[in-house]
Nanobody, 123 residues
Framework: VQLQASGGGLVQAGASLRLSCAAS????????MAWFRQAPGKEREFVSA????????YYADSVKGRFTISRDNAKNTVYLQMSSLKPEDTAVYYC?????????????????WGQGTLVTVSS
């Protein structure tokens, strides 16, 4: 499985961005997908996840109400719509795929990772 994240950039506080993550492979529909982020000097943290089926969604408290995760199985792509961005959202954002039969928001459960896309929010 190869994951290609895109959509990061430099924005002002309050702006919106949409991240995309395109996955290779014919079994994308069977993957749980997630976004994690890592700010400089900090551990990688969970942001959001979407299950394979049903497509329940999960969010970190810090982004709940501002970020929306979605997936398009026909395009093998998962999205993260980010609104009302804050300077503390500044980080490298990684998409990840969990190909196991279970579901978790723990980063160690995800076995495939994209290369990351940088989001910088200025105040």
């Amino acid at each position: 499985v190869q994951l290609q994240a895109s959509g990061g950039g430099l924005v002002q506080a309050g702006a919106s961005l949409r991240l995309s993550c395109a996955a290779s492979g014919r079994t994308f529909i069977s993957y749980n997908m997630a976004w994690f982020r890592q700010a400089p000097g900090k551990e990688r943290e969970f942001v959001s996840a979407i299950r394979r089926n049903p497509t329940n969604t999960y969010y970190a408290d810090s982004v709940k109400g501002r970020f929306t995760i979605s997936r398009d199985n026909a395009k093998n792509t998962v999205y993260l719509q980010m609104s009302s961005l804050k300077p503390e959202d500044t980080a490298v954002y990684y998409c990840a795929a969990d190909t196991s039969l279970t579901f978790s928001t723990n980063r160690y459960a995800y076995d495939y990772w994209g290369q990351g896309t940088l989001v910088t929010v200025s105040s």
